[in-house]
């Protein structure tokens, strides 16, 4: 960007990222209060994590991880849909246990075939868990809440290994949150989420998020950095931040603690090559998944590609690591964060809340925080 060339710029909005949260804000400003939104993104794309792209043999590729979307609340799902159209989206999880392939969420068919029983009802199947459940007092972290739901040889086949290696921390020195937020069940669902309303965006989310920015009072500079234009562009109304809280205030308190990942693509001449979208590895290779997307995407190609996800900590931030030193940081920060509005900045997303939250949750957060704004600054 020519900082000098925008020396005057003046929107009446400045959003920092143009994922999901910037889109949304920058959409509802445009159209319903006619403010002219300037979005600046440093990655060289919009969409932020959710962006998906065409690779070099015409398949669609989620790049910064599979994107499985789902809605809890219908208005969110009809907000959205002005911007796309669907295909449905049954997403089919299994896990590798020695050599065998087990559904998750842990569902009764789990159970049966990693115990090699058969169960005549739900019940039946939750008194036999009830048998291997190691009970607590208090349940303190992901171990606890795992020993005390499923018991210790589910715990260590399944659990505790592979959250070894997504957060390299072990499961005692986690919330219970981490491991809390995957469903156990005893019925024969399949599906990865718990959601009725799941679907894929038909032509993916980088149209979509495009398609919603579509308005001629939004510009979108790439490759542009808050910290490289904040002295230069100062809005009439208002900022929404939607980057790390630590990097906006200097690390005043100190770094808060993400996880990130490596994503290694590989294309093969093959129809399909694995029976599901997502296979999960606890306990063998570095990689925690493997991700054949194409199970979703539903394209049709003699291709197909596979990501392997190498969990680290350093890189990209994808995930707020939840144990104790970050929540006490976090709530440092957040003090700070709320005597911003006073200065008409405001935080948003996944990133500036450091909170895991999914594509749906993150809209409705910003289509509130829309409201609010609209309320604030007639
Ligand atoms: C690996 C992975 C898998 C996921 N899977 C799912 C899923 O299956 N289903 C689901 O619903 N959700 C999923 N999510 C969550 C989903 O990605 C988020 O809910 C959503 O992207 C959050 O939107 P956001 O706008 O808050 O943040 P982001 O999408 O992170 O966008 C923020 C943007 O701000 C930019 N930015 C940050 N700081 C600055 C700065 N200082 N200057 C300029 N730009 C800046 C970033 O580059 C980024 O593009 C997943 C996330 C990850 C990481």
């Known amino acids: 960007m020519n900082i000098k060339k925008n020396r005057n710029e003046k929107p009446d909005l400045l959003i920092v990222g143009a994922g999901p949260v910037g889109c949304v804000i920058a959409e509802r400003a445009a159209k319903i209060k006619n403010w002219s939104c300037l979005i600046v993104e440093k990655r060289n794309h919009i969409a932020g994590n959710c962006y998906d792209e065409i690779n ?75 048998t291997l459940k190691i009970r607590k007092k208090k349940i303190k972290n992901s171990e606890d809440f795992i020993l005390s739901k499923l018991g210790k040889d589910i715990y260590e086949n399944f659990y505790k290994n592979y959250t070894i290696k997504q957060w390299g921390i072990h499961p005692k020195n986690l919330n219970k949150s981490v491991v809390g937020r995957l469903p156990i069940r005893f019925n024969r669902d399949p599906y990865y989420v718990n959601q009725k309303l799941k679907v894929m965006p038909k032509k993916g989310y980088a149209h979509l998020f495009k398609n919603m920015i579509k308005n001629k009072k939004i510009k979108v500079l790439l490759n542009t950095s808050y910290e490289k234009i904040k002295n230069n562009i100062s809005p009439s109304i208002a900022t929404i931040y939607t980057g790390p809280p630590d990097v906006f205030f200097n690390y005043k308190y100190g770094k808060l603690n993400w996880r990130s990942l490596d994503f290694k693509f ?110 604030k600054y007639k």
Request: aromatic share 14%; proline share 4%.
């Open 56 to 130: 070099k043999k015409g398949l669609r590729i989620h790049k910064y991880g599979p994107h499985y979307m789902r809605f809890k609340k219908r208005k969110i799902f009809d907000y959205v849909s002005n911007f796309t159209k669907w295909i449905k989206g049954n997403y089919i999880v299994k896990s590798s246990v020695k050599g065998e392939l087990y559904p998750i969420p842990i569902n009764l068919d789990t159970i049966e075939k990693f115990f090699n029983k058969k169960f005549k009802s739900s019940k039946e199947a939750k008194n036999f868990i009830n």
């Open 266 to 375: 590989k294309t093969l001449k093959k129809n399909k090559i694995q029976e599901c979208v997502q296979i999960n590895f606890p306990n063998e290779n570095k990689f925690t998944r493997k991700v054949e997307i194409k199970h979703v995407t539903k394209q049709k190609s003699k291709y197909s590609t596979i990501s392997y996800e190498f969990p680290k900590s350093k890189g990209d931030p994808y995930y707020p690591v939840n144990n104790k030193k970050n929540s006490i940081l976090f709530k440092k920060y957040k003090k700070l964060i709320k005597k911003m509005e006073n200065k008409n900045i405001y935080f948003e997303g996944r990133l500036a809340s450091y909170r895991y939250l999914n594509m749906d949750e993150v809209i409705e957060c910003a289509l509130n925080l829309f409201n609010k704004l609209k309320k």
